[in-house]
């Protein structure tokens, strides 16, 4: 009697293919060379400014001090804390504003039952596709009031079409048998939007708002146009006159002796960059949990 090995017998002692080792390996590689300028910059904010100005510095700190971090946060010269502040301030009002609007334009486009939905539609479109360019939109603003207005950082750009689309799309996969049934409940409207597609759209809500977060806090360009008073400048702007601009303040800094430690514009360029870098990488975890979870789960029942 002839017996023969099960299929997972035989498979379990089984070796990776030489193409999955190599697969492994460059992905590993690709990683590490993502990874390393983050590390770079972290380790040379970190360092003694000696260490760094001799090119010792590579992975890891030398010297570790926090010294640098200190400097720039209590330096009102260099408004990195007031552009720090300005920058948060700016992602979080401007977040719940974009996240607000495009919703709440979202749900009644996403209703068959509109009137004119398709036209509403191509109109969001046709903003989309023809960009007026800048100049047009500093004339605009500008007769608006947004010049040396923080609200040019949430108001003139915080609508986009292409979450809009994206929005519609997650709320039209929602059974029309929830609204149904709540109308039959005497809901209106606004009830079964807040009370039924809006918990139910935290996946849609989340994946928007990192979108919309990344946006106003990577913003150097609109600050650089509208904004003249220094107070108002994002961390991105003022990084951008750190590391590219011809100004004095950014280019003549002088090595400080603090604690020991000695701290260079490099060392300055580096803090700052962390700065400007972490604190959206704090939000994006949270708001990652959201992405991968069922559309309905528990909605429906069968």
């Keep these: 009697m002839s017996t023969t090995t099960p299929p997972a017998t035989r498979t ?5 293919s030489v193409f999955a080792v190599v697969n492994s390996t460059v992905l590993v590689l690709i990683a590490l060379l993502c990874i390393y300028p983050f590390l770079y910059i972290l380790a040379v904010s970190l360092s003694d400014g000696r260490a760094v100005a001799s090119g010792s510095v590579h992975i890891l700190p030398e010297g570790f001090n926090i010294e640098t971090y200190t400097y720039i946060l209590t330096t009102p ?32 486009l996403s209703k068959t039952r509109l009137a004119g939905a398709k036209v509403i539609m191509l109109g969001f479109i046709a903003t989309w596709v023809f960009d007026a360019g800048i100049i047009p939109s500093y004339i605009v603003n500008s007769r608006l009031g947004f010049v040396d207005n923080w609200l040019v950082m949430v108001i003139p750009w915080g609508f986009n079409t292409f979450l809009l689309i994206i929005t519609i799309a997650f709320l039209r996969t929602i059974p029309n048998e929830l609204e149904e049934a709540a109308h039959l409940d005497g809901a209106n409207d606004f009830q079964v939007m807040r009370r039924i597609y809006f918990p139910l759209s935290r996946p849609v809500v989340a994946t928007i708002a990192v979108f919309y977060a990344v946006q106003i806090w990577n913003q150097f360009l609109v600050p650089l146009i509208y904004f003249q008073d220094d107070k108002l400048a994002p961390i991105q702007l003022v990084l ?33 960059m962390i700065f400007a870098i972490v604190p959206i990488l704090c939000f994006y975890p949270y708001a990652q949990r959201y992405f991968s979870k069922g559309l309905l789960v528990g909605s429906v029942k069968g």
């Design 12 to 16: 379990r002692g089984r070796r990776p």
């Design 77 to 108: 010269r260099l408004g990195i804390l007031r552009a720090l502040l300005n920058s948060v301030l700016y992602t979080v009002v401007g977040t719940l504003f974009s996240v607000a609007i495009t919703y709440l334009t979202a749900y009644p």
């Design 240 to 272: 951008y006159k750190l590391l590219l601009s011809g100004d004095k303040q950014a280019t003549t800094f002088e090595q400080i002796n603090v604690g020991g430690h000695v701290i260079i514009p490099q060392s300055i360029q580096a803090a700052t």
